[in-house]
């Protein structure tokens, strides 16, 4: 029941069912795999500063990557750059 006016720059929304904050790049992919095989409602949330939710909310679950999901370092050849979703 989280209230989602809290992460959006409009600072606009109700309460989510359920959110979740994946701080570690392990624990993204299963928990991803996990929604879509539950067949969970879900949306993954970024910075919430181009999002805007309802006053009554979101009945599903919602991923904000965390912390170690903002990262910016080299790829895997010169002219390439791995971005995180955070």
């Known amino acids: 029941r989280e209230p989602l006016a809290a992460?959006?720059?409009?600072g606009t929304g109700g309460p989510a069912a359920c959110f979740v904050v994946v701080d570690r790049r392990d624990a993204m992919e299963p928990l991803v795999a996990a929604?879509?095989?539950g067949g969970f409602r879900w949306m993954m949330l970024g910075g919430g500063s181009n999002t805007l939710f309802d006053?009554?909310?979101?009945?599903?679950?919602?991923?904000?990557?965390?912390r170690e999901l903002r990262l910016i370092e080299e790829g895997p050849?010169?002219?390439?750059?791995?971005?995180?979703?955070?």
Do not use: I, K, N, S
Request: proline share 7%.
């Open 77 to 86: 050849a010169p002219d390439l750059v791995v971005a995180g979703a955070g």
């Open 7 to 10: 992460h959006t720059t409009m």
């Open 35 to 37: 929604l879509r095989g």
């Open 55 to 66: 006053d009554r909310g979101f009945d599903g679950v919602v991923v904000q990557p965390g």
